[in-house]
């Protein structure tokens, strides 16, 4: 029998360092010890996977070797059952009644929501600009969010609903994953703060999804929508969802949909904001694609740089920055063994801030996604801002979409500026958020 080579990593448990600087450690372990490392988080044995091979190797290659597993064990707390936490025919039979609401003719014609949510923002942040107030922009982008994803795929505008569903949003981004916090490791049934405050987010998650399924049964909402879809879905003895699973879809996609748009929406807006250059050339752009007129899907093949900016983005803050899985047979990644029930961590922050893989990874660049400017033959899996394989971010393309078209909307009507005496910091928790909230001033752009 060969010997089984491990692979290389620090002593003892790191959940501390973990806990208190998750994105610096990843990043910080990918420069010490290479692509694949292991690691101890408390009692679980870890490997944290940055290397685009191993990468692949996971999410394409032996995909069915690696499960949901452990570190999702709080996401039923507030998704259910459903798309995000199963495998197996589960998920193929959930994925299988959303997917053809994200496929591209049905965006298309939806996507006129975008601009106009878009564009709501935008006569809000010019009224600011005239008064000389600073706006939220953190919290204008999920409100926004909130109301492309109603209106694209429920049927019904959440936009209504932002002040109550964002901070239940906030404490589920927190909530799901898993940490060494006590809060988290006592019972759920102990009646501490923290399980109070999570009854209460959780209630009202349920209770203003289930408004818009009623919405739907009571025939209120006349369109073909993800919740009338659900609704007809019949299981394998030909019998309908139950309530409670139909609600698991919903929080699924409304959670991880517009939550992880509206963060790589601030992050791009914010990346602008610090590049002066970059936001000329964009205004430039529009202003000759455009004219000044409501962009629209068909404009963006012509906007080149519109579409670098974005992934210059992506590639910085990547909404969704690590992916967990568990190990289900012993495996061997990078030539080192991986033993059946321990756990794999991929880090899509830590592959695309990587030296080895980017020039000066930690610049904001957009030509780095131009063809004439592209740093050498990088492997397909050094960039996976959506993950990848069959398990790829079901809303991808309408995220895409969505970010693009509104920074499009937001560039050519205003100038965002940052707020002085406010640094932005990373908060990596199931999104990768700015932090404190990213306060802007607006300026209107001359037409």
Same mark, same amino acid.
């Given at each position: 029998m060969a010997e089984q080579v491990i692979a290389p990593g620090p002593s003892g448990s790191q959940l501390r360092r973990f806990d208190r600087d998750a994105i610096g450690f990843v990043t910080g372990l990918e420069q010490e010890?290479? +692509?694949?490392? %292991? #690691?101890s988080l408390g009692p679980f044995v870890v490997h944290l996977v940055s290397d685009p091979a191993a990468v692949k190797h996971i999410l394409q290659d032996n995909a069915k070797n690696y499960v949901r597993g452990k570190f999702y064990g709080n996401f039923d707390l507030f998704f259910g059952r459903g798309m995000l936490t199963t495998d197996g025919a589960e998920w193929r039979e959930r994925r299988q009644v959303s997917q053809p609401f994200f496929h591209k003719p049905r965006l298309v014609e939806k996507s006129p929501a975008i601009t106009e949510c878009a564009s709501d923002l935008v006569d809000q942040w010019e009224a600011a600009a005239d008064r000389g107030d600073p706006v939220d922009v953190t919290d204008g982008v999920m409100t926004l969010a909130m109301g492309v994803f109603g209106k694209m795929f429920l049927g019904v505008d959440l936009r209504p609903h932002s002040a109550e569903l964002q901070p239940a949003t906030l404490f589920a981004m927190q909530a799901v994953l898993r940490s060494g916090s006590v809060s988290q490791l006592l019972p759920r049934w102990v009646p501490t703060r923290y399980r109070r405050t999570s009854t209460a987010h959780r209630a009202t998650l349920d209770r203003v999804?289930?408004?818009?399924?009623?919405?739907?049964v009571r025939g209120e909402v006349q369109e073909h929508t993800v919740v009338s879809a659900l609704l007809a879905a019949r299981d394998e003895h030909g019998a309908p969802w139950p309530r409670e699973a139909v609600l698991a879809e919903l929080k699924t996609l409304f959670l991880a949909g517009h939550e992880t748009t509206g963060c790589s929406i601030v992050w791009t807006l914010h990346a602008i904001s610090q590049h002066p250059e970059v936001r000329r050339g964009l205004e430039a752009e529009l202003a000759t694609? !455009?004219?000044? %007129?409501?962009?629209?899907?068909?404009?963006?093949?012509? !906007?080149?740089?519109?579409?670098?900016?974005v992934a210059e983005s992506l590639r910085l803050y990547p909404a969704v920055w690590s992916y967990p899985r568990d190990v289900v047979a012993d495996d061997t990644i990078g030539g080192y063994h991986v033993p059946a029930g321990s756990s794999v961590l991929l880090s899509s922050y830590a592959t695309q801030h990587s030296r080895s893989l980017w020039e000066n990874p930690e610049a904001f660049d957009p030509r780095r996604f131009c063809p004439a400017h592209q740093d050498g033959d990088r492997p397909k899996y050094a960039y996976y801002p959506f993950g990848g394989g069959a398990r790829k971010c079901i809303g991808f393309e309408a995220a895409l979409m969505e970010v693009q078209l509104v920074v499009a909307t937001v560039v050519q009507r205003v100038r965002m500026d940052l707020t002085? +005496? %406010?640094?932005? +910091? #990373?908060?990596?928790?199931?999104?990768?958020r700015p932090v404190p909230n990213v306060l802007m001033t607006a300026t209107r752009v001359s037409s």
């Amino acid at each position: 029998m060969a010997e089984q080579v491990i692979a290389p990593g620090p002593s003892g448990s790191q959940l501390r360092r973990f806990d208190r600087d998750a994105i610096g450690f990843v990043t910080g372990l990918e420069q010490e010890y290479g +692509g694949v490392v %292991r #690691i101890s988080l408390g009692p679980f044995v870890v490997h944290l996977v940055s290397d685009p091979a191993a990468v692949k190797h996971i999410l394409q290659d032996n995909a069915k070797n690696y499960v949901r597993g452990k570190f999702y064990g709080n996401f039923d707390l507030f998704f259910g059952r459903g798309m995000l936490t199963t495998d197996g025919a589960e998920w193929r039979e959930r994925r299988q009644v959303s997917q053809p609401f994200f496929h591209k003719p049905r965006l298309v014609e939806k996507s006129p929501a975008i601009t106009e949510c878009a564009s709501d923002l935008v006569d809000q942040w010019e009224a600011a600009a005239d008064r000389g107030d600073p706006v939220d922009v953190t919290d204008g982008v999920m409100t926004l969010a909130m109301g492309v994803f109603g209106k694209m795929f429920l049927g019904v505008d959440l936009r209504p609903h932002s002040a109550e569903l964002q901070p239940a949003t906030l404490f589920a981004m927190q909530a799901v994953l898993r940490s060494g916090s006590v809060s988290q490791l006592l019972p759920r049934w102990v009646p501490t703060r923290y399980r109070r405050t999570s009854t209460a987010h959780r209630a009202t998650l349920d209770r203003v999804l289930d408004d818009v399924v009623e919405r739907h049964v009571r025939g209120e909402v006349q369109e073909h929508t993800v919740v009338s879809a659900l609704l007809a879905a019949r299981d394998e003895h030909g019998a309908p969802w139950p309530r409670e699973a139909v609600l698991a879809e919903l929080k699924t996609l409304f959670l991880a949909g517009h939550e992880t748009t509206g963060c790589s929406i601030v992050w791009t807006l914010h990346a602008i904001s610090q590049h002066p250059e970059v936001r000329r050339g964009l205004e430039a752009e529009l202003a000759t694609v !455009l004219g000044g %007129r409501t962009p629209t899907v068909e404009d963006l093949p012509a !906007l080149d740089h519109l579409r670098h900016v974005v992934a210059e983005s992506l590639r910085l803050y990547p909404a969704v920055w690590s992916y967990p899985r568990d190990v289900v047979a012993d495996d061997t990644i990078g030539g080192y063994h991986v033993p059946a029930g321990s756990s794999v961590l991929l880090s899509s922050y830590a592959t695309q801030h990587s030296r080895s893989l980017w020039e000066n990874p930690e610049a904001f660049d957009p030509r780095r996604f131009c063809p004439a400017h592209q740093d050498g033959d990088r492997p397909k899996y050094a960039y996976y801002p959506f993950g990848g394989g069959a398990r790829k971010c079901i809303g991808f393309e309408a995220a895409l979409m969505e970010v693009q078209l509104v920074v499009a909307t937001v560039v050519q009507r205003v100038r965002m500026d940052l707020t002085p +005496g %406010r640094p932005t +910091g #990373i908060w990596p928790k199931a999104s990768l958020r700015p932090v404190p909230n990213v306060l802007m001033t607006a300026t209107r752009v001359s037409s």
